[in-house]
């Protein structure tokens, strides 16, 4: 079992950038993040395989988000910059299990063996 333990959230302005951090207790393939907004369902944001060679993003804050990893320190990054108030959500940190390295991981729910405890970030117009 595979612990996340995500940290960077906070409050920002709008037009403001904040970077979030996710380290994993042991070896992940993809990692990924979601967001749930207030009265929202959960929602896909990014995601990045194993490698770091490939990524994917929702609409919505392609040209504004940047997700990384860093294997060494089985860490997965997102950099928000121009930040806007709908960005406003708690974020969650999601990975498989290592056994998936080969599989292709994109945004839905069920694809995810490992979720982190959340993180609120908020975003003042």
């Known amino acids: 079992q595979v612990q996340l333990v995500e940290s960077g959230g906070g409050l920002v302005q709008a037009g403001g950038s904040l970077r979030l951090s996710c380290a994993a207790s042991?070896?992940?393939?993809?990692m990924g993040w979601f967001r749930q907004a207030p009265g929202k369902e959960r929602e896909f944001v990014a995601v990045i395989s194993w490698s770091g060679g490939s990524s994917n993003y929702v609409d919505s804050v392609k040209g504004r988000f940047t997700i990384s990893r860093d294997n060494a320190k089985n860490t997965v990054y997102l950099q928000m910059n121009s930040l806007k108030p709908e960005d406003t959500a708690v974020y969650y940190c999601?990975?498989?299990?290592?056994?998936?390295?080969?599989?292709?991981?994109?945004?839905?729910?069920?694809?995810?063996?490992?979720w982190g405890q959340g993180t609120q970030v908020t975003v003042s117009s």
């Open positions: 042991g070896r992940t393939s993809a």
């Open positions: 999601a990975a498989t299990k290592i056994s998936k390295i080969f599989l292709v991981v994109g945004r839905e729910v069920g694809q995810y063996d490992y």
